[in-house]
């Protein structure tokens, strides 16, 4: 593919539009304005017992320095939460729940239905 001027000004074109709308729509998108309290000043909301923002190269050396320390992930981990399904169901009609039992309640209904619309057979 040939590099040509056209081909520069269209790409140059499409990065302004694919930058400039979404810039557009963030700015004139409306923030939260409402009383002032002890937590926001009418415009920005802030820790007052808090400390500063740290700089970006505080979290750099954190994230990437030497005394970081990696564990490993676990293959396997036992949930608290395991679903224990019961030893056998009571009835076989409620162990099939969902889609299933409500087809066989509402079957009566959509017979009646799909004759109205059918037409008659003659």
């Known amino acids: 593919m ?4 056209r081909r520069v000004l269209r790409l140059l074109s499409g990065a302004a539009v694919a930058i400039g709308l979404p810039s557009a729509w963030i700015y004139s998108m409306k923030t939260y ?4 309290s002890d937590h ?9 017992d808090g400390s500063p923002p740290k700089p970006l ?12 320390q990696r564990h490993a992930w ?9 679903d224990v399904p019961p030893a056998r169901p ?11 039992a409500l087809s066989e ?6 017979t009646l239905c799909s004759r109205s619309h059918r037409g008659s057979r003659t």
């Open 105 to 110: 309640r509402v079957r009566p209904f959509l």
């Open 74 to 82: 676990p293959e396997w981990a036992p949930s608290p939460y395991a």
């Open 2 to 5: 040939k590099l040509t001027r």
């Open 40 to 48: 926001f000043d009418g415009m920005h909301f802030f820790d007052p």
């Open 57 to 68: 190269t505080d979290l750099l050396r954190w994230q990437f320095g030497p005394g970081r």
């Open 90 to 100: 009571l009835d076989s009609r409620r162990a099939y729940a969902g889609v299933f």
């Open 33 to 36: 304005s409402g009383p002032v």
